[in-house]
T-cell receptor, first 110, second 113 residues
């Protein structure tokens, strides 16, 4: 069974600092990996999707890397802003199913 | 943009009631999913469907059933609600291929009293 772990569980940084969020998974036989953002009481917004054949994806200030062989992904958020405060979830797809990590809750202090 | 709509944002029911949660997507997606999200446990897959009238159990199907009579609609049914089913329920949909991204609704926060 796929296990997805996100460390740390919570992170607080001053505005302008770069954010580094980590995700690890136990079974490297994945189709893709998705990073999501979740605001309190809301659903999930997809940020980036990395196919298993890719090493990284970029969207604006966000960059996600994938090392499938070691079972790791990292989400980088450059020059953080208070509006980046949210919970970030990573999820891997194996056989149609998404397996989620518990998330990292980020607070960006103004 | 993909739109996944869950019928209720908040719902309060009593133990023993039969509860229906509805989800509708507007992108002709083949796959639809129901998850529940609990603090410290993350999101867990309850059921999913890859076609009309088709369903597959996820990781925690006990106490739940689903219905997919039309492609755009996927219903989650709590046959006899219990307090341990108090949770945030999230619906998602995707195109048929496994590598396609899943798109989520805003969730239904269900409280069973």
């Amino acid at each position: 069974k796929q296990e997805v772990t996100q460390i740390p569980a919570a992170l607080s940084v001053p505005e302008g600092e770069n954010l580094v969020l980590n995700c690890s998974f136990t079974d490297s036989a994945i189709y893709n990996l998705q990073w999501f953002r979740q605001d309190p009481g809301k659903g999930l917004t997809s940020l980036l999707l990395i196919q298993s054949s890719q090493r990284e994806q970029t969207s604006g200030r966000l960059n996600a890397s994938l090392d499938k062989s070691s079972g790791r992904s990292t989400l980088y958020i450059a020059a953080s802003q208070p509006g980046d405060s949210a919970t970030y979830l990573c999820a891997v797809v194996s056989d149609y199913k998404l397996s989620f990590g518990a998330g990292t809750t980020v607070t960006v202090r103004a | 943009d993909v739109k996944v709509t869950q019928s209720s944002r908040y719902l309060v029911k009593r133990t023993g009631e039969k509860v229906f949660l509805e989800c509708v997507q507007d992108m002709d997606h083949e796959n639809m999913f129901w998850y529940r999200q609990d603090p410290g446990l993350g999101l867990r897959l309850i059921y999913f469907s890859y076609d009309v009238k088709m369903k597959e159990k996820g990781d925690i199907p006990e106490g739940y059933s689903v219905s997919r009579e039309k492609k755009e609609r996927f219903s989650l049914i709590l046959e006899s609600a219990s307090t341990n089913q108090t949770s945030m329920y999230l619906c998602a949909s995707s195109f048929g291929e496994t590598y396609q991204p899943q798109h989520f609704g805003d969730g239904t926060r269900l409280s069973i009293l």
